[in-house]
Nanobody
Framework: QVQLVESGGGLVQAGGSLRLSCAAS????????MGWYRQAPGKQRELVAR???????NYADSVKNRFTISRDNAKNTVYLQMSSLKPEDTAVYYCKLGTSFGNYWGQGTQVTVSS
């Protein structure tokens, strides 16, 4: 059974930093694509960043040069380092694992950035 558990969210002031973690079980993330998504109140869920099994990354324009996605295969965990946070980054952040037999989502972690 594949499970994803996010952690690391919280309340931070604008300009601050947070690191989100997504620990996977039941599947080796090294052979799947991983992504971070976010959903703000009243808005659709959007892609923030993703990393392929080969290590290639891409980012939403709104977070480029501020956020970094990375992966620790030994820990079976993907991270999202967020810096220079803005109030508009406030959302529930979800990680997603893409496999050949389907996509899996974590339960989400709240990030709130105060101005």
């Amino acid at each position: 059974q594949v499970q994803l558990v996010e952690s690391g969210g919280g309340l931070v002031q604008a300009g601050g930093s947070l690191r989100l973690s997504c620990a996977a079980s039941g599947y080796r993330i090294s052979i799947g694509g991983m992504g971070w998504y976010r959903q703000a109140p009243g808005k659709q869920r959007e892609l923030v960043a993703r990393i392929t099994s080969g290590g290639n990354t891409n980012y939403a324009d709104s977070v480029k040069n501020r956020f970094t996605i990375s992966r620790d295969n030994a820990k079976n965990t993907v991270y999202l380092q967020m810096s220079s946070l803005k109030p508009e980054d406030t959302a529930v952040y979800y990680c997603k694992l893409g496999t050949s037999f389907g996509n899996y989502w974590g339960q989400g972690t709240q990030v709130t950035v105060s101005s």
